[in-house]
Protein backbone atom coordinates (compact mmCIF):
# COMPACT_ATOMS: atom_id res chain seq x y z
CA UNK A 1 0.00 0.00 0.00
CA UNK A 2 1.37 3.42 -0.68
CA UNK A 3 1.82 5.95 1.90
CA UNK A 4 0.94 8.63 -0.58
CA UNK A 5 -2.57 9.17 -1.26
CA UNK A 6 -4.50 10.55 -4.03
CA UNK A 7 -6.55 13.76 -3.50
CA UNK A 8 -10.73 13.35 -4.10
CA UNK A 9 -13.70 15.24 -4.68
CA UNK A 10 -14.23 18.37 -6.52
CA UNK A 11 -14.32 21.28 -3.69
CA UNK A 12 -11.24 22.54 -4.73
CA UNK A 13 -11.57 22.63 -8.34
CA UNK A 14 -10.60 24.97 -10.27
CA UNK A 15 -13.01 26.51 -13.10
CA UNK A 16 -12.36 28.95 -15.78
CA UNK A 17 -15.56 29.80 -18.43
CA UNK A 18 -17.61 27.07 -18.22
CA UNK A 19 -14.77 24.87 -18.38
CA UNK A 20 -13.04 21.82 -15.89
CA UNK A 21 -9.37 23.35 -15.36
CA UNK A 22 -6.88 20.25 -15.61
CA UNK A 23 -3.46 19.83 -15.32
CA UNK A 24 -1.24 16.63 -16.71
CA UNK A 25 2.57 15.81 -18.53
CA UNK A 26 4.12 14.32 -20.55
CA UNK A 27 6.55 12.15 -18.76
CA UNK A 28 9.55 10.72 -20.97
CA UNK A 29 12.87 9.59 -20.25
CA UNK A 30 16.08 8.48 -22.15
CA UNK A 31 17.04 5.55 -23.25
CA UNK A 32 20.37 4.00 -24.62
CA UNK A 33 19.93 2.05 -27.67
CA UNK A 34 22.91 -0.57 -28.68
CA UNK A 35 21.68 -1.78 -32.13
CA UNK A 36 24.70 -2.54 -32.99
CA UNK A 37 28.12 -3.08 -30.64
CA UNK A 38 30.59 -1.36 -33.22
CA UNK A 39 28.64 2.11 -33.29
CA UNK A 40 28.15 4.69 -30.60
CA UNK A 41 25.08 4.08 -28.55
CA UNK A 42 22.07 6.59 -29.65
CA UNK A 43 19.41 7.95 -27.12
CA UNK A 44 15.76 7.04 -27.36
CA UNK A 45 12.96 9.09 -26.10
CA UNK A 46 10.63 7.13 -24.22
CA UNK A 47 7.35 8.21 -22.92
CA UNK A 48 5.51 7.00 -20.07
CA UNK A 49 1.25 6.63 -20.67
CA UNK A 50 -1.00 4.42 -18.21
CA UNK A 51 -4.21 2.45 -18.58
CA UNK A 52 -7.40 4.61 -19.01
CA UNK A 53 -9.97 2.99 -16.08
CA UNK A 54 -12.45 3.55 -18.62
CA UNK A 55 -11.71 1.92 -21.81
CA UNK A 56 -9.50 0.84 -24.43
CA UNK A 57 -5.82 3.40 -25.11
CA UNK A 58 -3.57 4.82 -22.62
CA UNK A 59 -3.68 8.14 -21.37
CA UNK A 60 -0.59 10.78 -20.14
CA UNK A 61 -1.15 11.27 -15.97
CA UNK A 62 -3.75 14.69 -15.55
CA UNK A 63 -6.61 15.72 -13.54
CA UNK A 64 -8.01 18.71 -11.94
CA UNK A 65 -5.99 22.08 -10.74
CA UNK A 66 -6.91 22.55 -7.44
CA UNK A 67 -7.51 26.24 -5.76
CA UNK A 68 -4.53 25.47 -3.19
CA UNK A 69 -1.55 24.64 -5.92
CA UNK A 70 -0.16 25.77 -8.97
CA UNK A 71 -0.49 24.66 -12.56
CA UNK A 72 2.94 22.88 -12.39
CA UNK A 73 2.28 21.39 -9.01
CA UNK A 74 -0.93 19.85 -9.99
CA UNK A 75 0.38 18.37 -13.50
CA UNK A 76 3.37 16.60 -10.59
CA UNK A 77 0.92 15.58 -8.30
CA UNK A 78 -0.81 13.66 -10.88
CA UNK A 79 2.32 12.30 -12.22
CA UNK A 80 2.88 10.72 -8.72
CA UNK A 81 -0.91 9.71 -8.22
CA UNK A 82 -1.64 8.14 -11.64
CA UNK A 83 1.37 6.61 -12.61
CA UNK A 84 4.09 6.58 -9.74
CA UNK A 85 6.77 8.84 -11.47
CA UNK A 86 8.64 11.90 -9.91
CA UNK A 87 10.93 14.43 -11.91
CA UNK A 88 11.26 17.94 -12.71
CA UNK A 89 9.00 20.23 -15.26
CA UNK A 90 10.93 21.31 -18.43
CA UNK A 91 8.34 23.54 -20.30
CA UNK A 92 4.69 23.87 -20.98
CA UNK A 93 3.60 22.07 -23.86
CA UNK A 94 0.25 23.65 -24.60
CA UNK A 95 -3.38 23.92 -23.30
CA UNK A 96 -5.64 21.48 -24.97
CA UNK A 97 -9.98 21.61 -24.64
CA UNK A 98 -11.61 18.31 -24.85
CA UNK A 99 -15.18 17.17 -23.21
CA UNK A 100 -15.20 14.82 -20.71
CA UNK A 101 -17.76 12.35 -21.11
CA UNK A 102 -17.17 11.12 -16.87
CA UNK A 103 -16.91 14.52 -15.64
CA UNK A 104 -19.54 16.69 -15.63
CA UNK A 105 -21.06 19.09 -12.67
CA UNK A 106 -22.74 21.96 -11.87
CA UNK A 107 -19.72 24.22 -12.33
CA UNK A 108 -19.32 22.74 -15.37
CA UNK A 109 -22.41 20.48 -16.80
CA UNK A 110 -21.13 19.87 -20.69
CA UNK A 111 -18.23 18.68 -19.32
CA UNK A 112 -15.79 20.95 -21.10
CA UNK A 113 -12.18 20.76 -19.74
CA UNK A 114 -8.64 22.80 -20.78
CA UNK A 115 -6.16 20.79 -20.04
CA UNK A 116 -2.32 22.71 -19.31
CA UNK A 117 0.19 20.09 -20.33
CA UNK A 118 3.73 20.10 -19.26
CA UNK A 119 6.98 18.03 -20.53
CA UNK A 120 7.91 16.39 -17.31
CA UNK A 121 11.60 14.47 -17.08
CA UNK A 122 11.30 11.55 -15.04
CA UNK A 123 13.68 10.99 -12.43
CA UNK A 124 12.47 8.24 -10.09
CA UNK A 125 9.64 5.68 -10.30
CA UNK A 126 8.02 4.34 -7.89
CA UNK A 127 7.67 1.30 -6.55
CA UNK A 128 3.98 2.36 -4.92
CA UNK A 129 1.87 4.94 -5.85
CA UNK A 130 -2.02 5.78 -4.73
CA UNK A 131 -3.38 4.60 -8.00
CA UNK A 132 -1.15 1.50 -8.10
CA UNK A 133 -4.07 -0.78 -8.02
CA UNK A 134 -6.37 0.64 -11.09
CA UNK A 135 -3.22 1.70 -13.07
CA UNK A 136 -0.33 0.51 -15.56
CA UNK A 137 2.04 2.10 -16.91
CA UNK A 138 3.98 1.64 -19.97
CA UNK A 139 7.25 3.21 -21.32
CA UNK A 140 6.84 3.45 -25.40
CA UNK A 141 9.06 5.38 -27.83
CA UNK A 142 6.92 8.15 -29.25
CA UNK A 143 5.84 6.69 -32.47
CA UNK A 144 4.10 3.65 -30.89
CA UNK A 145 2.69 5.95 -28.27
CA UNK A 146 1.19 8.11 -30.88
CA UNK A 147 -0.69 5.06 -32.26
CA UNK A 148 -1.75 4.30 -28.34
CA UNK A 149 -3.69 7.54 -27.70
CA UNK A 150 -6.99 6.78 -26.11
CA UNK A 151 -7.69 10.70 -27.16
CA UNK A 152 -7.02 12.39 -29.90
CA UNK A 153 -5.79 15.83 -27.78
CA UNK A 154 -3.53 13.52 -26.08
CA UNK A 155 -1.73 12.57 -29.92
CA UNK A 156 -2.08 16.40 -30.58
CA UNK A 157 -0.42 17.02 -27.29
CA UNK A 158 2.45 14.50 -28.28
CA UNK A 159 3.12 15.68 -31.44
CA UNK A 160 3.86 19.19 -29.46
CA UNK A 161 5.98 17.49 -27.46
CA UNK A 162 7.80 15.88 -30.03
CA UNK A 163 8.34 19.38 -31.97
CA UNK A 164 9.15 20.82 -28.57
CA UNK A 165 12.12 18.12 -28.10
CA UNK A 166 13.37 18.64 -31.40
CA UNK A 167 13.24 22.25 -30.67
CA UNK A 168 14.87 21.90 -27.60
CA UNK A 169 17.27 19.52 -28.10
CA UNK A 170 16.81 18.26 -24.72
CA UNK A 171 19.43 16.04 -23.21
Known amino acids: MSELVART?????????GCRLVAGCIPFRYRECDENADTDSEKVVEVL???STSGPGLLFPKGGWENDETVKEAAVREAIEEAGVRGDILDFIGDYH??????????????????AMFALYVKEELQSWPEKSTRTRSWLPISEAVESCRHKWMEDALKHFTKWLEDKDVN
Not at 9 to 17: A, D, K, L, P, S
Open 49 to 51: MIN
Open 9 to 17: GRHQQRYEG
Open 98 to 115: FKSKTHQDDSCPEGLCKA
